[in-house]
């Protein structure tokens, strides 16, 4: 059967949880967009935008079976670069801030993660936007990987800046509590209960404080009990600054609720969204670097969101062959326009305009490194639309022209 090459502007994902959006293009361009849409509408806000490195950073993308089996990526491919003027620089920090503070509640909140290279300067733009007074906390990521320094102290620890936007924030600290490391070594008294539980006790003010040894005690703003991703790590997705989901989940745990919307401006990996479908959350996601959508219809497998991007129509000749079944349209991949270990992850479903509607998808994993020629969709009204993603993140989508049973 022939396939006609479409633009496609919106991908539509079906499944369990609240809605969740993505926007592959550049934040400051979709700033008006977003207020348009979600102005005072977002609880938590975490943006993880670049560091003022000089460096350019990549993606080591999994060509074919053979990288999937052995777990690693042999295409590296351009992730983003971090090489921008400082003046541009905090420039767009501080437009990309301004257009957050106007998507929060007043009860919303804001995560800012840099390090010592813009630390100083992004907490300033942050005390004039925010208000010096809002400055919640000044928190300390603390890992161990990395070499050790000899010219200086070895730089092991990222920092977030967190904020309120007003006083009626809602912070949820009983949502991360931890289990205590280690024993409380103090001046209190040490008991034993009858049940073989040890606390320990001390008198103040007239009152007798008692506190359980295995008592959930709440994070310190050092965060050293969430590990910094190793190499071959398996949640790594090749995504060089990707951050690990524990972390994301801490702070979307205390900064929104079930069904509220997180937002993440410099969505990467896609740590965040995946964080906030996982606990339940609404979620807006925005990148401009192509390998993003391949990695998010991975982590956001089962969950219902949006991809929206830049209609375009991409060359490349396409031959597939339908079966109509009952109550169900068979289709087998004959011929693409790329070689087939480029093939990263293809899907079914209906045309709607320019809006692809996924009913069904198939994408290469460590469980299943060949990916299949053949996938079947339920038998809908609507035009059938495919779509081919290769694993240098371009997407070709086409229209399936058959004969009707």
């Known amino acids: 059967m022939r ?15 609240p809605q969740g959006r993505f926007y592959q293009g550049d934040t400051l361009l979709l700033l008006d967009e977003l207020a ?3 102005a005072k509408e977002v609880k938590l806000v975490y943006m993880d935008p670049p560091f003022l490195t000089g ?38 920090m501080r437009r990309t801030i301004e257009g957050c503070h106007t998507l929060l509640r007043d009860d919303g909140m804001l995560f800012l993660h840099c390090d010592f290279r813009t630390s100083a300067r992004l907490r300033l733009i942050l005390d004039d936007v925010f208000g010096e007074g809002n400055l919640l906390n000044e928190i300390a990521w603390v890992y161990h990987t990395g070499g050790t320094a000899r010219r200086y102290f070895s730089r092991k620890h990222d920092t977030i800046l967190f904020y309120r936007k007003t006083r009626k924030y809602d912070f949820n600290i009983s949502a991360v509590l931890r289990a205590p490391t280690e024993p409380k070594q103090n001046h209190m008294r040490r008991h034993v209960d009858p049940d073989g539980r040890v606390y320990r006790s001390i008198r103040s003010g007239g009152r007798v ?12 703003d050092v965060w050293d009990d969430v590990s910094h991703l190793q190499q071959r790590d398996p949640q790594r997705t090749g995504y060089d600054t990707q951050k690990p989901l524990a972390l994301l989940e801490r702070i979307v745990r205390c900064a929104s609720r079930e069904g509220e919307l997180v937002l993440d401006p410099f969505a990467g990996s896609g740590t965040t969204l995946e964080a906030a479908h996982l606990l339940s959350r609404r979620f807006v996601g ?22 929206v991007q830049e209609a375009e129509v991409a060359g490349g000749a396409c031959e597939a062959g339908i079966l109509r079944g009952v109550g169900f349209y068979h289709l087998t991949l004959e011929s693409i326009p790329m070689p087939w270990d480029l093939l990263d992850n293809w899907a079914l479903g209906y045309l709607y305009g ?23 969709i339920p038998v809908y009204e609507g035009e059938i639309g495919l779509r081919l993603s290769d694993v240098r993140g371009k997407s070709y989508y086409y229209r399936i022209i058959h004969e009707r049973n």
Request: a negative charge; proline letters at 9%; one cysteine or more.
């Open 36 to 38: 348009r849409e979600y």
């Open 354 to 376: 320019d809006e692809l509607r996924v009913l069904s998808q198939s994408a290469r994993s460590k469980k299943q490194p060949e990916i299949p020629r053949e996938m079947e």
């Open 286 to 307: 925005v990148d401009k670097c192509p390998l993003v959508p391949n990695i998010l219809r991975r982590r956001l497998d089962g969950a219902p969101w949006e991809l």
């Open 3 to 17: 396939a006609e090459a479409v633009a496609v502007s919106r991908e539509r994902y079906e499944g369990k949880g």
């Open 55 to 92: 460096e350019r950073f990549v993606m080591r993308a999994r060509v074919g079976a053979a990288d999937w089996k052995a777990g690693k990526g042999s295409m590296v491919l351009p992730a983003f670069s971090d090489a921008m003027e400082p003046e541009a620089y905090y420039a767009m």
């Open 209 to 220: 404080y008692t506190y359980y040894d295995d008592d959930p005690v709440p994070p310190s």
